[in-house]
């Protein structure tokens, strides 16, 4: 199952309640984490048609979560999302095997635009 289901990986509080009123009230199945250390086992029990992923958490940073996401074979489009928006965040990012990068703070219509080409 995929589609209207997404997996976040955001440790701040007013982000996650942004995130999940957004796109709930868009019909879309949000499962959330505070940390990528368990982004694999997470997305394979989940099963998410997007994942969304902050750069700095705790435990393992989202460059990191990604890059074993793609390691491990799973190909849900990755949209990381950053304060860290300096270009070489964006090209380590996409180096790693994320599919987009979005600057905090962000307008969660213009993140639902970029999301919309990329869930499956």
Known sequence: MSG???LIFEDSPSIQFLLRSFFEKRGYKIRLEESGVD???AAKDF???LILMDIIMPGKSGIEACHDLREQGITTPIVLLSSKSHDDD??????AGANAFVAKPFNP????EIIAPLIR
């Open 4 to 6: 209207k289901r997404i």
């Open 109 to 112: 219509k213009k993140l639902e």
């Open 39 to 41: 982004a694999v086992a």
């Open 90 to 95: 964006q090209e380590r990012g996409l180096a």
């Open 47 to 49: 099963e998410p048609g």
